[in-house]
T-cell receptor, first 111, second 115 residues
Framework: EDQVTQSPEALRLQEGESSSLNCSYT??????LFWYRQDPGKGPEFLFT???AGEEKEKERLKATLTKKESFLHITAPKPEDSATYLC????????????FGAGTRLAVHP | GAGVSQTPSNKVTEKGKYVELRCDPI?????LYWYRQSLGQGPEFLIY????????DSGLPNDRFFAVRPEGSVSTLKIQRTERGDSAVYLC?????????????FGPGTRLTVL
C-alpha cells in the first residue's frame, strides 16, 4: 500500500535556527514527490517537485532533497514568515494522477 | 489568469441535507481533482477528472458522494444525506496537460460543517 509518513508532527524553532523536516514514503513506483506549504485557512501552495534519488531543489531558505525512501526539506535560517504546515505528497506510477499526502509538519518560527 | 476558485468558502448544513460545492479551475487546465482534508491531516484524494469524464473516482467514500464536470471546466461535488462525519475542508485542484512537473494547483477550499 502506498504510504507517506512525515516527522516530526510539529516543530518549534527560533528565528535563524536551521532544521530539517522528514518525509518517508513507500510507493509502488514513484512518478514524483511534491512539497507543499499550507497556511491556516488556505489551500496548499506548491513548493517543489522531485523525480529521482539524488535530486535537489532550492527556493530561498528552503532546499528539498530525495533518496529512494525519503525526502528532506531543509530550512536554513528560518524567519517567522516561514511558519506554516509543510505537506509532502507522492505521485505513484501505474495509476492516475492522485497525490498521496502525509499528515504534514506544523512549523512555528519564533522571533 | 486567476487561480483555482471554490464556492462557498464556508457551508454549514444540518445532518441529512444535500449540499453542492463548486470548483472553478485555472483556465486551460483539463485535469481537475477533489480532495478532502480533516483537521490535522493531509488532503485525501476523492476523484479525478480528465476533461468531462471521471478518470478515477476510487476515493469517493460511498454513493452519497458524486461529482460532475459537464463542460470540462467547472466541477460540482454533490453530497446527499450529509452526516456529521462529512465535516471537513473540501479542496479542489487543477493541473495543466502540458505541465511537465505534474504539479497540482489548489484552491482555498470549502469548509463544510454538518450539525
Amino acid at each position: 500500500e502506498d504510504q507517506v509518513t512525515q516527522s516530526p508532527e510539529a516543530l518549534r524553532l527560533q528565528e535563524g535556527e536551521s532544521s530539517s523536516l522528514n518525509c518517508s514514503y513507500t510507493v509502488s513506483g514513484l512518478r514524483g514527490l511534491f512539497w507543499y506549504r499550507q497556511d491556516p485557512g488556505k489551500g496548499p501552495e506548491f513548493l517543489f517537485t522531485l523525480y529521482s534519488a539524488g535530486e535537489e531543489k532550492e527556493k530561498e531558505r528552503l532546499k528539498a532533497t530525495l533518496t529512494k525512501k525519503e525526502s528532506f526539506l531543509h530550512i536554513t535560517a528560518p524567519k517567522p514568515e516561514d511558519s506554516a504546515t509543510y505537506l509532502c505528497a507522492v505521485l505513484p506510477s501505474g495509476g492516475y494522477n492522485k497525490l498521496i499526502f502525509g499528515a504534514g509538519t506544523r512549523l512555528a518560527v519564533h522571533p | 489568469g486567476a487561480g483555482v476558485s471554490q464556492t462557498p468558502s464556508n457551508k454549514v448544513t444540518e445532518k441529512g441535507k444535500y449540499v453542492e460545492l463548486r470548483c472553478d479551475p485555472i483556465s486551460g487546465h483539463t485535469a481537475l481533482y477533489w480532495y478532502r482534508q480533516s483537521l490535522g491531516q493531509g488532503p485525501e484524494f476523492l476523484i479525478y477528472f480528465q476533461g468531462t469524464g471521471a478518470a478515477d473516482d476510487s476515493g469517493l467514500p460511498n454513493d452519497r458522494f458524486f461529482a460532475v464536470r459537464p463542460e470540462g471546466s467547472v466541477s460540482t461535488l454533490k453530497i446527499q444525506r450529509t452526516e456529521r462525519g462529512d465535516s471537513a475542508v473540501y479542496l479542489c485542484a487543477s493541473s495543466s496537460p502540458s505541465g511537465g512537473d505534474r504539479k497540482q494547483f489548489f484552491g482555498p477550499g470549502t469548509r463544510l460543517t454538518v450539525l
